[in-house]
């Protein structure tokens, strides 16, 4: 396979983690055992961070590199894989956020409540930059007659 297929399948790779560490916090702060609740303070804000840092940046751009190598001829495999990964971003982050309605208010902050409506948000996109990979026609050259 191309560069272009192993940064796909990796920047799909980093929307699934990233999805799954979000669930995963989300799902903790719902269900905070006794023991850890009243020994250690958690604050969730700088882990969202982390999580941002650590999986969806670097996927957006992983995912951005196959889109400016292929833009000009499109490859039906490699749009495929970016919408894949926008799709596991937005199924994801749909389902943090319906998670919130069960977190405790000690833990529901601002970053807590916004951050997976900005990533549905900016799922989109991705989906869109998928899909004009998958109808981009690969140009003919022109045909020199002299």
Do not use: C
């Amino acid at each position: 396979m191309a560069i272009e297929k192993w940064l796909a399948v990796t920047s799909v790779g980093l929307f699934a983690m990233f999805a799954g560490e979000m669930i995963s916090i989300y799902n903790f702060m719902s269900d905070v055992p006794e023991a850890i609740e009243f020994t250690i303070t958690f604050d969730p804000d700088p882990k969202i961070f982390q999580f941002i840092s650590i999986g969806v940046a670097p996927a957006g751009i992983l995912a951005a590199v196959p889109f400016i190598m292929k833009r000009q001829y499109g490859s039906k495999p490699i749009g495929g894989l970016i919408i894949l990964g926008g799709i596991i971003l937005l199924a994801g982050m749909t389902v943090s956020h319906l998670m919130l309605e069960n977190i405790d208010d000690a833990y529901l902050t601002d970053v807590v409540k916004y951050v997976p409506l900005l990533f549905m948000i900016l799922s989109i996109p991705v989906i869109g930059v998928g899909a004009y990979l998958t109808k981009e026609r690969k140009r003919r050259p022109k045909k020199e007659y002299f």
